[in-house]
Nanobody, 121 residues
Framework: QVQLVESGGGLVQPGGSRRLSCAAS????????MGWYRQAPGKQRELVAR???????NYADSVKGRFTISRDNAKNTVYLRMNSLKPEDTAVYYC???????????????WGQGTQVTVSS
């Protein structure tokens, strides 16, 4: 089994900062890209940021310059540093990882359970 466990969500004031973490555990041979998605009430899930195993990143236009994604490959962990938070950043944030469980298995998508981030005064 593979698990992705997120942490770091909560209530934060506009203009504030927050760091999300997501740790992958279980039977893992390799992890390719990792990313963060979010889903606000009544909206579709959207990509926030993504990072490859070599460290290449891409961001949604709405978070460029405010959010930073990083990863620690030794810990199978991805982070999302969120600065200058706005009320429109309020959403459930989900971690995603493309994982190969064995050397001869295909890559598959795994998701965390989600963590709520609420930006409000």
């Amino acid at each position: 089994q593979v698990q992705l466990v997120e942490s770091g969500g909560g209530l934060v004031q506009p203009g504030g900062s927050r760091r999300l973490s997501c740790a992958a555990s279980g039977s893992i041979f390799s992890i390719n890209a990792m990313g963060w998605y979010r889903q606000a009430p009544g909206k579709q899930r959207e990509l926030v940021a993504r990072i490859t195993s070599s460290g290449s990143t891409n961001y949604a236009d709405s978070v460029k310059g405010r959010f930073t994604i990083s990863r620690d490959n030794a810990k199978n962990t991805v982070y999302l540093r969120m600065n200058s938070l706005k009320p429109e950043d309020t959403a459930v944030y989900y971690c995603n990882a493309k994982i190969r469980r064995y050397y001869n298995s295909e890559e598959a998508d795994y998701w965390g359970q989600g963590t709520q981030v609420t930006v409000s005064s």
